[in-house]
C-alpha cells in the first residue's frame, strides 16, 4: 500500500506532457497487438496496430475528466497518473495467456458494435462477445486502480465508491456509447452482433480507424473544456466554416455520401483546430500553451492517418494544409511575415478543403467545372487573406510583419481609399463568376448579388472588429448559397 501511496504521489507531482502521452500510447499500443498475435495467432494487419494507439492516447483525458467530478480531484494533476496506468493495456493477452482462456474457446480482442444492448457484456467479461477473462480483469484493475487513486487524494471511502461507478462510466463510453454511434454512422442500425461477420473485410475494417478517430476528437473536446480553452474555438467559428463550408460545396458537386461527406468535413475540422492553436497559442511559449497547441496537432495528425488507412484518400489533402499551417505559423519558416506568402497559404487552404469534398465523392476528372471553382477558389481566398489584415495593423507593425496594410501606411498610403477600391474588386469579382454559374433567373442568382454588395458594404470598414466578422459571415453565406444551389438548382 505504500508503494501505491508513493506512485501516485510521484506521478502526480510530475508535470503531464502530451508528448510523453504519444510515446506511452505508442508503446502499449504497439506491444498489445503483438501480444496478441504472438500468443494467439490473432491476425493483425500492419496498419491495423496504429488504430490501437489513440485508445490509450484519448484514456488519460476522458478518465481525468470524470475523476474531477469527485472534489479534490484536479483534472490536471491526473492526467499523469493515468497516462501512466495506460500501461495496464498490455496485460489482458497476458493474462489470457497465463490463465489458458485459448483451451476453452476462441481468444479475440474487439469492440461491442451492434445495438443489441441485451447481448451487451456489461460486466466485462463474454468471450464469445470479444471480453474473454484477461479483458474483463483489466477492467476491474483499472476501476479499482481509479478508486484507490481517490482514495489517496481524499482519504475518503465515499469519494472512492464514487471513482468506481465513474470508471465504470468510462468503460461503458469506450465499450458501448462510441462504438453504437460509429457503427449506426458507418452501417445503421445493426440487430445483432453476428452482421459484420458477414460483411467483406474492406466494408468491416474502416469502423476500427473510425472509431479511433472518435476517440481523439472526444478526448480533445474534453481537454479544451477542462482547460477553459473551448472559447477561443468558439471565437474562431467564423474564421473556419467558410473552409468547412468549401469541403460540403465540394462534397455535393461530387455526389458523396452522407458518410463520406461527415468524414471530408472532420477531415477539416481537424485541419481547423490545429490551425486555431497554432495561431491563438504561442507555439513556443508557456508550458500551458505549448501542451495546448501539442494536443491539436496530435488530434489532427491522427484524424489524416487513421482516415487514410481506412482508404479514405481525401484525409492526405488534410495533411497537406496541416504542413503549410506549420511552415506559416512556426518560427523556423515563418510564412506569415512575408505578404506573398501568407496569401497563397490562404488560398491552398481554401483549395485544399474544397478538394477534400470533392475527392470524398465519385467524380471522374478531369472536369472544367471543377477546375474552374478551384481556380476561383484559389485565387479568392489569396484575396481573402489581405482582409484579414486589415483588423491587426498595429500588432503587425509592432512584430515587423509585412502585410498590405503596413506597406500602406509606410508609403502613406490612405487606407480608406485602398479599402474603397478593395470593396470594388472583391464585389465584382464575386458577382461576374456568379451570374454565369447561377440561372439567372434562379433563387440562387438573386440571392448572389445582394450578398456580393453587402461583402462590399463589409470591406469598406473592415478594419473595425465587427465589420469583418460581418464579412466573413457574407463569406459562409455565399459559399452556403451555392451548396444549396447545387443541391437544389433553385
Not at 281 to 291: G, L, P, S, W, Y
Not at 325 to 337: D, E, I, Q
Not at 370 to 396: C, R, T, V
Request: charged letters at 10%; proline letters at 3%; hydrophobic letters at 55%.
Amino acid at each position: 500500500m505504500h508503494f501505491f501511496r508513493f506512485w501516485v504521489t510521484r506521478n502526480t507531482r510530475t508535470t503531464f506532457s502530451v508528448r510523453t502521452l504519444i510515446f506511452f500510447s505508442l508503446f502499449v499500443g504497439i506491444t498489445r497487438a503483438i501480444l496478441e498475435t504472438l500468443f494467439f495467432g490473432i491476425e493483425v494487419q500492419g496498419s491495423d496496430i496504429l488504430a490501437y494507439v489513440p485508445f490509450y492516447f484519448s484514456l488519460p483525458f476522458i478518465y481525468s475528466a470524470l475523476l474531477s467530478m469527485i472534489p479534490k480531484i484536479h483534472y490536471g494533476k491526473t492526467l499523469q497518473p493515468v497516462a501512466f496506468a495506460t500501461l495496464l493495456g498490455i496485460l489482458p493477452p497476458i493474462l489470457d495467456f497465463i490463465l489458458g482462456s485459448a483451451q476453452t474457446h476462441r481468444v479475440f480482442y474487439g469492440y461491442f458494435l451492434s445495438h443489441d444492448y441485451a447481448s451487451f457484456p456489461w460486466f466485462a467479461y463474454a468471450p464469445d462477445r470479444n471480453y474473454p477473462i484477461g479483458e474483463a480483469i483489466t477492467v476491474y484493475l483499472t476501476i479499482f486502480f481509479a478508486a484507490f487513486f481517490v482514495y489517496t487524494r481524499t482519504q475518503k471511502i465515499l469519494s472512492a465508491c464514487f471513482a468506481v461507478l465513474l470508471a465504470y462510466i468510462a468503460y461503458l463510453i469506450y465499450s458501448l456509447v462510441l462504438p453504437g454511434l460509429v457503427s449506426y454512422l458507418l452501417y445503421g442500425y445493426i440487430a445483432h452482433p453476428d452482421y459484420l461477420k458477414g460483411l467483406p473485410v474492406a466494408q468491416s475494417r474502416p469502423v476500427l480507424f473510425v472509431l479511433s478517430i472518435f476517440q481523439i476528437l472526444v478526448a480533445w473536446i474534453i481537454d479544451v473544456y477542462k482547460t477553459r480553452t473551448l472559447s477561443v474555438y468558439f471565437a474562431r467559428i467564423l474564421h473556419f466554416l467558410p473552409f468547412i463550408l468549401l469541403t460540403i460545396l465540394g462534397a455535393v458537386i461530387a455526389h458523396a455520401s452522407s458518410r463520406d461527406m461527415i468524414l471530408a468535413c472532420i477531415v477539416t475540422l481537424a485541419t481547423a483546430i490545429a490551425v486555431t492553436a497554432q495561431n491563438d497559442f504561442n507555439v513556443t511559449a508557456t508550458e500551458k500553451e505549448t501542451r495546448l497547441v501539442d494536443i491539436a496537432n496530435a488530434t489532427a495528425v491522427y484524424v489524416y492517418l487513421l482516415l487514410f488507412l481506412a482508404g479514405f484518400k481525401f484525409a492526405l489533402l488534410g495533411l497537406v494544409c496541416f504542413s503549410l499551417s506549420v511552415l506559416y505559423h512556426y518560427p523556423f519558416f515563418n510564412m506569415r511575415a512575408t505578404l506573398f506568402g501568407s496569401m497563397k497559404v490562404e488560398g491552398l487552404w481554401g483549395l485544399m478543403a474544397f478538394l477534400t469534398g470533392i475527392f470524398s465523392g465519385f467524380v471522374r476528372h478531369p472536369q472544367e467545372k471543377i477546375i474552374l471553382l478551384s481556380g476561383i477558389i484559389f485565387g479568392g481566398f489569396s484575396l481573402f487573406s489581405i482582409l484579414k489584415d486589415a483588423k491587426d495593423i498595429h500588432n503587425d507593425n509592432l512584430e515587423g510583419r509585412r502585410t498590405v496594410y503596413t506597406l500602406l501606411q509606410k508609403k502613406k498610403i490612405s487606407v480608406k481609399h485602398f479599402n474603397q477600391w478593395l470593396a470594388f474588386f472583391f464585389s465584382l469579382a464575386t458577382l461576374l463568376p456568379g451570374i454565369f454559374y447561377y440561372n439567372w433567373l434562379s433563387a440562387g442568382s438573386a440571392i448572389h448579388c445582394i450578398l456580393s454588395f453587402l461583402m462590399a458594404g463589409a470591406i469598406l470598414r473592415i478594419h473595425r472588429a465587427r465589420a469583418f466578422q460581418f464579412f466573413l459571415f457574407v463569406v459562409c453565406c455565399t459559399i452556403a448559397n451555392l451548396i444549396i444551389y447545387e443541391a437544389y438548382k433553385i
